[in-house]
C-alpha cells in the first residue's frame, strides 16, 4: 500500500513564476491537508480539502495561494508569483475515512520550495 | 485558542539513557493528542497518539500518557537509540476543527554512541 505521495520532491523557481505543487493521498484516503514548515517557525495548518471541496482554508494567505482536489487525479497547492518568503517546506497529508482513525494523518514526504 | 508548547531542545543523550520530553496543550474543546518524529530530509511520521484521558499511547518503546488535569503528553522511552535521533514534534486536533493539526515547535534530539 503506497504512503501519500508528493512531487516534486524538490521546486526551484525564481520570483514572479508560479509553483504548483501535487499531492496523491494513500489509497482509500479522501481528506487531504496541506501544512508548511518555514524555517524558524515549525508546521503550520494551510487548507484541508476533501474531494471537490474546501473545508478550511483559514492557514491560507489571502492573496497568491490557492488549493484543489479534483475528482479525479492529485491535490494541488498553487502558489503565484511566488517571493523569497515562500520558499519552505510543504507538507501534505491526508486520513483514513473510518471514524475511528479519521484524527491520524499520514504525511507525505514533502516538497521543499525555493525560491531565488 | 489551541496551542502546544513543548520543551525546546536540542536535548542530547548518550545511547541508553532515559528520554523525557515535555508537552502541554491548552484547548477550547476535548482534543486527541499525539506525538510525531521526522527524520532528516523526510516527511512526519506518527508516533503514537491517545484519545482520552488517562490513555496511553505506545510504540517502538515510546509512550506517553494523556493527562487532562495537567494538560500534558509527556514523551518517554526507557533506553535510546542513536537511531532515534530526529525531530519530535507533539501536536493535537479537534473534530470541531476537522480534526486539522495544532504542532509544538519540535524538539531535536540527539543520541550519540
Known amino acids: 500500500n503506497a504512503g501519500v505521495m508528493q512531487n516534486p520532491r524538490h521546486l526551484v523557481r525564481r520570483r514572479g513564476q508560479e509553483a504548483r505543487l501535487r499531492c496523491s493521498p494513500m489509497k482509500g484516503h479522501s481528506h487531504v491537508y496541506w501544512y508548511r514548515q518555514l524555517p524558524e517557525e515549525g508546521l503550520k495548518f494551510m487548507v484541508y480539502l476533501q474531494k471537490e471541496n474546501i473545508i478550511d482554508e483559514s492557514g491560507m494567505p489571502k492573496e497568491r495561494f490557492s488549493a484543489e482536489f479534483p475528482k479525479e487525479g492529485p491535490s494541488i497547492l498553487r502558489i503565484q508569483q511566488v517571493v523569497r518568503g515562500d520558499s519552505a517546506a510543504y507538507f501534505c497529508?491526508?486520513?483514513?475515512?473510518?471514524?475511528?482513525?479519521?484524527?491520524?494523518?499520514?504525511f507525505g514526504p514533502g516538497t521543499r520550495l525555493t525560491v531565488t | 485558542g489551541n496551542s502546544v508548547t513543548q520543551m525546546e531542545g536540542p536535548v542530547t543523550l548518550s545511547e541508553e539513557a532515559f528520554l523525557t520530553i515535555n508537552c502541554t496543550y491548552t484547548a477550547t474543546g476535548y482534543p486527541s493528542l499525539f506525538w510525531y518524529v521526522q527524520y532528516p530530509g523526510e516527511g512526519l511520521q506518527l508516533l503514537l497518539k491517545a484519545t482520552k484521558a488517562d490513555d496511553k499511547g505506545s510504540n517502538k518503546g515510546f509512550e506517553a500518557t494523556y493527562r487532562k488535569e495537567t494538560t500534558s503528553f509527556h514523551l518517554e522511552k526507557g533506553s535510546v537509540q542513536v537511531s532515534d535521533s530526529a525531530v519530535y514534534f507533539c501536536?493535537?486536533?479537534?473534530?470541531?476543527?476537522?480534526?486539522?493539526?495544532?504542532f509544538g515547535a519540535g524538539t531535536i534530539l540527539r543520541v550519540k554512541s
Open positions: 497529508a491526508s486520513s483514513p475515512p473510518s471514524r475511528a482513525r479519521a484524527d491520524e494523518q499520514y
Open positions: 501536536a493535537l486536533s479537534l473534530i470541531e476543527y476537522g480534526n486539522k493539526l495544532v
